[in-house]
């Protein structure tokens, strides 16, 4: 008797052992979460001057769960935008006839979400990016800086070629925020050079894909 009570002593044991290991398991497991990465490049068009503009977009990001995303950006216009200044008069009014070059680029943050991230066709992924931006403006004789934000949020469309190949197109609105130019009484700029934050806002369309592990 004492032998049976012993063996289902050591039975009743080594089954709450095992259960134990599996919930244990279990945990971990929930505890656990996948981890993949992607590379996105793409072209946009958007409302830029008072034009329709080009910029290229590049960014590295870290996907976790197949559904949330955090990455670096860097955005750079592609084409040559300009709008005139004018030379400072020595009376009377200026005369904005001095074609001024625009450039910028910009380097910031992407968090993004992946909604129907499961469908093997399309999924949607709204995304909120925000960014140093750097402008710079030449005229034919000096060069003007401002130094700004740019807040782009993003909605775009996926479409799940592979598992380590994705398309999409996306819209989106560039918002820039930085204290409005004006050299007119600024000591240095023989130009009177005007820029104004809204100037550069609008909406944009873009063309991108992915590479990664999704």
């Known amino acids: 008797?004492?032998?049976?009570?012993?063996?289902?002593?050591?039975?009743?044991?080594?089954f709450w052992s095992i259960q134990a290991q599996e919930d244990s398991t279990k945990l971990l497991y929930a505890k656990k979460f996948d981890s993949d990465a992607f590379v996105e490049l793409g072209g946009q068009i958007m409302q830029f001057n008072g034009n329709a503009a080009m910029n290229i977009d590049f960014s590295a990001n870290w996907l976790v769960n197949h559904k949330y995303y955090l990455g670096a950006s860097?955005?750079?216009?592609?084409n040559?935008?300009?709008?005139?200044?004018?030379e400072k008069p020595l009376v009377g009014l200026p005369v904005f006839d001095q074609r001024t070059t625009?450039?910028?680029?910009?380097?910031?943050?992407?968090?993004?979400?992946?909604l129907f991230h499961d469908n093997k066709v399309i999924s949607l992924s709204p995304d909120f990016t925000t960014?140093?931006?750097?402008?710079?403006?030449?005229?034919?004789?000096?060069?003007?800086?401002?130094?700004?934000?740019?807040?782009?949020?993003?909605?775009?469309?996926?479409?799940?070629?592979?598992?380590?190949?994705r398309i999409?197109?996306?819209?989106?609105?560039?918002l820039f925020v930085f204290e409005a130019?004006?050299?007119?009484?600024?000591?240095?700029?023989?130009?009177?050079?005007?820029?104004?934050?809204?100037?550069?806002s609008g909406?944009?369309?873009?063309?991108?894909?992915?590479?990664?592990?999704?």
Do not use: C, H
Not at 74 to 78: G, S
Not at 103 to 112: C, E, F, I, N
């Open 1 to 14: 008797m004492l032998r049976f009570q012993l063996l289902l002593i050591g039975l009743f044991s080594s």
């Open 102 to 114: 625009i450039k910028y680029q910009s380097a910031g943050v992407r968090l993004g979400y992946m």
């Open 80 to 86: 040559v935008e300009q709008f005139f200044s004018a």
């Open 168 to 174: 999409g197109l996306g819209i989106n609105y560039n």
């Open 203 to 214: 909406v944009g369309g873009n063309v991108f894909f992915r590479i990664g592990k999704f």
């Open 181 to 200: 130019l004006d050299t007119s009484n600024e000591d240095g700029f023989e130009y009177v050079t005007q820029l104004k934050p809204s100037s550069l």
């Open 74 to 78: 860097y955005t750079q216009l592609a």
């Open 131 to 165: 960014s140093w931006v750097g402008i710079k403006l030449q005229t034919n004789k000096e060069e003007a800086q401002v130094n700004g934000l740019l807040v782009s949020p993003a909605v775009r469309a996926i479409f799940n070629i592979s598992d380590f190949f």
